[in-house]
């Protein structure tokens, strides 16, 4: 990044590690789809900064997390794990996005 990045930008990236983060814990069972899914959602900032479709995708991929949570085995409904490769997906996408900024 060079020094012309703007502020929003730049928080929209640490935002956008921090969930990264949070999808490698989760995957590593170090946290919960619950704090995961409260963790995405308060990344308002890469949000704003990302096209509007980001946010519908990744408010529905949270949503699908949430309930394959209530499930303690893989159900056919809600596998967590292609959740979370879905969501890993996404923050790849959306890292792309914001180079391109």
């Known amino acids: 990044m060079t020094s012309t990045t703007s502020p929003e930008l730049l928080e929209a990236t640490r935002q956008l590690q921090q969930l990264q983060s949070g999808l490698e814990q989760l995957a590593q069972s170090q946290t919960s789809?619950?704090?995961?899914?409260?963790?995405?959602?308060a990344t308002t900032a890469l949000l704003q900064t990302l096209p509007a479709r980001y946010g519908e995708v990744l408010l529905n991929l949270l949503d699908r997390l949430e309930s394959s949570a209530l499930f303690t085995e893989e159900s056919c409904s809600f596998s967590q794990k292609d959740l979370l490769d879905n969501l890993q997906t996404w923050a790849q996408k959306a890292e792309g996005q914001l180079k391109k900024s």
């Open 33 to 41: 789809a619950s704090a995961l899914s409260q963790q995405a959602r």
